[in-house]
């Protein structure tokens, strides 16, 4: 024991002794590095006899002070970053000084903020599409959950390869947006966003949950998973997820194997072994109420769908959490969606945090075929194109704006800024691009449209009087070629139709009218014995005799094989339904021999 105590004590005054250096290498940083620089080359701005942007170092004389204050030293390190600071009619810090300080700041923030309770984040509910995007990434569906009109362009060409460096110069690509391609059958989907008001994915307030939007929700997590479009051939985790384990497998120990990874992208972070037994339980619960494994899984995965943990995006609790915040930030920010494994991982073992790392991650993510969501979110969230789509122009200014009602200029012009945004990603062009450039993509229509004043041809009325006149001319002579043909064919038709008149008549007096004596009768007075011949019916199931009547309770009568070949036949037969609800079904019917079969039968109401 005092052993462990002396082995403690020294610990704590390790740690003491490096935090004493800590702070003293701090004070000397502060003091010899970054005060003398803050005072050449802020104080005139920022703490002289004016205080610009409500930021003042003059209070701030020691490191205590400055580092008690991580937001001022976040700001510094923006300013300075962007070339923002110091401003360009003030003398400039050389690259070498400005790599340290830069470094010194950034040490000095995490000092600053280390053990700080974190700030509490707003939480906010996936929109749609990042809601759609979520579910096809959790269950790798091939196609999208429900319609999303969000989406204003739809790529037919595969042209985003960042690596390449090069947009083609011409690009098959469309809006769908009045128009949107169906997601699964039988999907309850929720109301539209209207991001181009205020459904942007950062307006925590405004992505609420609303009672009717839970209902909502609720119903749209079992829709999806019982769609007839959500199975093996779109659905990629089916034989991992859903498929049936072999006989023998412990399905309680199969449900949890199976879920911790499902769950912790769903949930995107680390999955308590509580929130797992939790959810294992319920669908261990539905396979003992008789429900397949398959089935049982679909209903745990419709209950993941609707849960707060998936529905909502919530800042990290504490430090400890943190790393898996960066990762849904990066992965809904740049992907739409939660992250992956990889990403989860990275946050797991903290290497998501070092910048190396973090550069390599965006890298990847950069180059994903996912990345295609940032591009069809952030520019049109940000230019707010949906408006593109809403503008109605008078029509009197702009009579050819709707020249083609399924593809008004509208359409075409959202294409424009949205082709603009994907050529300065694949081609990493300057931002200014985005601002002034100096190309753009159009189609042939817009390119009319801005570069003329779209004024309809000259009309020629000579020309179109002559044209009508030859016109006429010509379907006069049509019309006398038709008559002509007409005649022709009356004088070949008339004879022989007349000729097939006359024998039908006379066949039709020379033929004696045919005996429909009936060939087989049942009267049902007390017995089923046949009236005219010996057909007797064999009673199959509980039958009674009541008015002239069989009264068939679940049976059915059957006759012998019929002693003749039947060519044609008539069916007659009187019956009374016990009410008008009874079932429909056969009443008198023949069969064999093969498949021949025909049938008199009652319908139903």
């Not at 790599?99 to 700080?116: E, F, V």
């Not at 469309?174 to 128009?179: E, G, P, Q």
């Not at 087989?520 to 509980?542: Q, R, V």
Request: aromatic content about 8%.
């Amino acid at each position: 024991m005092p052993c462990q105590e002396i082995i403690s004590k020294s610990f704590v005054l390790f740690v003491l002794s490096l935090a004493i250096v800590s702070a003293e290498c701090r004070a000397d940083e502060f003091a010899d590095f970054v005060n003398p620089l803050v005072a050449k080359h802020c104080l005139k701005c920022h703490g002289g006899e004016k205080v610009n942007g409500e930021v003042n170092f003059k209070p701030i004389t020691t490191a205590a002070q400055f580092l008690a204050q991580p937001a001022l030293i976040n700001k510094m390190i923006d300013a300075i970053d962007s070339n923002d600071m110091p401003p360009e009619d003030e003398p400039q810090l050389d690259e070498k000084t400005r790599t340290r300080l830069l470094a010194t700041l950034k040490s000095m923030l995490r000092d600053a903020t280390t053990g700080k309770e974190r700030a509490p984040s707003q939480i906010r509910r996936l929109n749609r599409f990042q809601y759609n995007n979520s579910v096809r990434d959790l269950f790798q569906l091939k196609l999208d959950v429900f319609e999303l009109p969000e989406k204003l362009m739809t790529r037919h060409d595969n042209y985003l390869h960042p690596a390449a460096k090069k947009m083609p110069d011409k690009v098959r690509v469309a809006s769908l947006a009045l128009n949107p391609k169906a997601g699964l059958r039988d999907v309850k989907a929720f109301p539209k966003d209207l991001r181009a008001e205020h459904g942007f994915d950062n307006q925590a307030n405004q992505l609420t949950l609303s009672p009717l939007l839970l209902d909502a929700f609720l119903r749209l997590s079992v829709s999806i998973v019982e769609s007839p479009d959500f199975n093996e051939q779109t659905v990629g985790i089916w034989n991992d997820f859903f498929r049936q384990p072999a006989d023998g497998t412990d399905s309680q120990a199969e449900v949890k194997r199976r879920l911790e990874p499902f769950l912790s992208i769903a949930f995107r972070g680390r999955v308590e072994a509580e929130t797992l037994d939790r959810y294992a339980a319920y669908a261990t619960a539905k396979i003992k109420q008789g429900l397949s494994f398959t089935d049982a899984m679909k209903k745990v995965g419709s209950a993941v769908l609707s849960s707060p943990m998936f529905l909502y995006r919530t800042g990290a609790a504490d430090n400890r959490d943190a790393p898996f915040e960066l990762a849904s930030n990066l992965s809904f920010f740049l992907w739409g969606s939660c992250p992956d494994h990889e990403l989860l991982r990275l946050a797991e073992t903290g290497e998501l945090a070092q910048p190396d790392v973090l550069n390599r991650t965006i890298e990847r993510m950069l180059a994903d075929p996912k990345i295609e969501r940032f591009l069809d979110t952030f520019p049109s969230q940000w230019l707010q194109l949906e408006n593109v789509l809403a503008a109605t122009p008078d029509p009197q200014i702009n009579k050819y704006f709707k020249l083609d009602q399924d593809n008004p200029a509208g359409l075409q012009m959202v294409l424009e800024p949205l082709l603009l945004f994907d050529t300065v990603f694949v081609e990493d062009r300057p931002i200014v691009d985005l601002i002034a450039p100096q190309f753009s993509y159009q189609s042939e229509f817009l390119k009319t449209w801005y570069t003329s004043e779209l004024k309809p041809p000259p009309v020629d009325l000579q020309k179109i009087t002559e044209d009508n006149r030859r016109n006429d001319e010509q379907r006069q002579r049509l019309e006398v070629s038709i008559k002509s043909a007409q005649s022709d064919l009356d004088a070949l038709i008339e004879p022989v139709k007349t000729k097939l008149l006359a024998d039908r008549k006379k066949d039709a007096s020379e033929k004696k009218p045919v005996d429909l004596k009936p060939f087989a009768a049942w009267e049902f007075n007390g017995d089923l014995k046949e009236s005219i011949g010996s057909l007797d019916l064999t009673a199959h199931g509980k039958i009674e005799f009541k008015d002239g009547m069989a009264v068939l309770d679940q049976a059915y009568l059957q006759s012998p094989g019929l002693p003749i070949e039947l060519k044609a036949k008539s069916l007659e037969v009187w019956c009374q339904v016990h009410n008008l609800d009874q079932r429909g079904g056969g009443v008198m019917g023949i069969q064999g021999p093969g498949d021949f079969f025909d049938t008199i039968v009652i319908g139903e109401r």
